[in-house]
């Protein structure tokens, strides 16, 4: 198969960051390219985390826009695009595992369209794996350029060859482009793009480069959009949420952000990710004066050891991150915080990781996302020595969530016999004639109740049982 590379990644491109503002550029597609996928299906594989569900929101709209239509079976559509993730090993191992069961579709269906996108193509050796021995993927595009996808579909539909165009340089703002949005009463909303933090282990800021904001005007006026449309609650999204702004020419910063979406009528707004380290006041002050801002915040610390962390690039302290949620829980005492951590960091010794354990029991968790330190190439961690085994490496996690799942039921227990509002979400799967939805403070919420005019609807809840992954309760007539 003939290959056409418009772009390849390089991890030197992706290092750098220069200090210009990156323009925003606004979508429009050609006329040529406007039925390109008429008559045909499409299904979107999406991994990773919620910018990638974003992103796969995007492209879906792109593509319906040319005419393609969501397949109704997804692993035998016209076109499969896998969205992938890059965050760690085990993530892109179930991705090749997926690229094996589509060969054979595609050997039974020789018509049928591969693409690979998003973060694993951003790497180097997996877009170089893919050109050497997956001959079976059509088209190779990366997190910069979902615009282009029309001008390269076409192109492989033409060519037939192997079309490869991943950037590794910052990438405009795209706005304007069209978005199919999986729910009609939750919304992503992104606000910036990229990381500029360089934690040491990880590969985000190689695979979404530089930091940049979108315009507050392109972002109001998308949730204004959202408020129109009758969505209730929205999710801002960044890999640091609270640096939004910080690369924009007027001065404007995320807790300008919150008191302004405040206004707009949605009902909730929540946020991730936020960096403990640009954690600021004014943020603070927004989730106490604010009502739509929900008394939850995901405030990743990755370890309880003051070495670890400084190994981790990751500028600040144990103690510097208890003063921090101690001062927000001042002003929002019945804030739920969750977290997330990262055992087995290269040389971590049983003392460095004592200390996450104790920051857990301090930090009073109500959840966690737990994972084994992962090996990613380019990333400055991945040089550095280790001399632990995967065994001592699999015992800390299991015994560092016994403690994370105890904050979870705590935080469960503590909404015992109260009446919550739950955002409904459709029925669960937690039994018959039941549905669920969260919480303001995000609690997994089930109740009997099979009315689905409920759906997109806050409901009061009365809490009856508090489990370790969820509640049940009972609806309020
Ligand atoms: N920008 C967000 C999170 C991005 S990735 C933040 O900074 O909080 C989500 C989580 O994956 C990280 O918080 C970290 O705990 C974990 N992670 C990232 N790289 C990893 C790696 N190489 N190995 C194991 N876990 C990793
Ligand atoms: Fe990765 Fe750190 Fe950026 Fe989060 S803040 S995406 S962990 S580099
Ligand atoms: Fe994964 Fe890329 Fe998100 S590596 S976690 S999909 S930014």
């Known amino acids: 198969m003939k290959n056409i590379k418009f772009a390849m990644p390089s991890l030197k491109d992706a290092r750098m960051r220069k200090s210009k503002i990156v323009p925003t550029i606004r979508y429009t597609v050609e006329e040529k390219y406007k039925t390109l996928g008429l008559n045909k299906s499409y299904a979107i594989f999406t991994y990773g985390c919620q910018g990638n569900e974003a992103d796969s929101e995007v492209m879906a709209g792109i593509l319906e826009e040319i005419g393609y239509e969501k397949s109704s079976d997804p692993m035998n559509a016209d076109l499969v695009i896998l969205n992938t993730c890059a965050i760690r090993e085990n993530a892109e191992q179930r991705i090749w595992g997926v690229l094996g069961q589509l060969k054979g579709k595609k050997r039974e269906n020789p018509d049928m369209l591969i693409g690979i996108a998003g973060c694993m193509p951003q790497e180097e050796n997996t877009t170089n794996k893919i050109l050497e021995s997956y001959g079976f993927i059509d088209l190779v595009i990366g997190t910069h350029n979902k615009n282009h996808l029309p001008k390269l579909l076409f192109e492989a539909y033409m060519t037939k060859a192997k079309v490869v165009e991943v950037i590794s340089s910052e990438g405009e703002i795209l706005e304007d482009a069209p978005k199919v949005r999986e729910s009609h009463h939750k919304a992503w909303v992104n606000i910036m793009y990229g990381c500029d933090e360089f934690c040491t282990y990880c590969i985000v800021p190689y695979t979404r480069g530089k930091e940049r904001s979108r315009a507050k005007e392109d972002i109001l006026k998308e949730v204004e959009e959202l408020v129109s449309l009758g969505y209730k609650e929205i999710t801002l999204l960044g890999q640091n949420v609270n640096a939004y702004g910080k690369d924009l020419e007027v001065k404007y910063t995320f807790g300008d952000l919150l008191y302004d979406l405040d206004k707009t009528g949605i009902q909730r707004i929540r946020y991730t990710t936020s960096h403990p380290r640009d954690l600021d006041e004014l943020t603070m002050q927004a989730m106490h004066d604010c009502k739509s801002v929900m008394p939850h915040l995901h405030l990743p610390v990755q370890s309880g050891d003051n070495e670890i962390l400084r190994r981790m690039n990751r500028k600040y302290t144990y103690e510097v991150y208890m003063e921090k949620i101690n001062q927000l829980r001042k002003l929002v005492p019945d804030l739920a915080l969750t977290t997330d951590i990262i055992v087995g960091f290269p040389n971590e010794t049983k003392e460095q990781f004592a200390n996450t354990l104790k920051l857990v029991q301090n930090a009073k968790f109500e959840g966690a996302y737990t994972f084994i330190y992962s090996k990613r190439e380019g990333t400055p961690a991945a040089s550095m020595p280790d001399d632990i085994t995967e065994e001592e490496k699999h015992k800390r996690l299991e015994e560092l969530n016994i403690y994370v799942n105890q904050g979870y039921l705590e935080g469960h227990k503590r909404f015992l ?48 049982e508090a489990k370790t992954w969820f509640m049940i309760g009972e609806l309020c007539e």
Do not use: A, R, W
């Open 417 to 464: 016999n109260q009446v919550v509002e739950v955002l409904v979400d459709g029925p669960s799967k937690n039994g018959e004639g039941m549905m669920c939805g969260y919480t303001p403070h995000l609690k997994l919420t089930h109740f009997k109740c099979e009315d689905l005019s409920l759906i997109g609807q806050i409901v009061k809840i009365k809490i009856t």
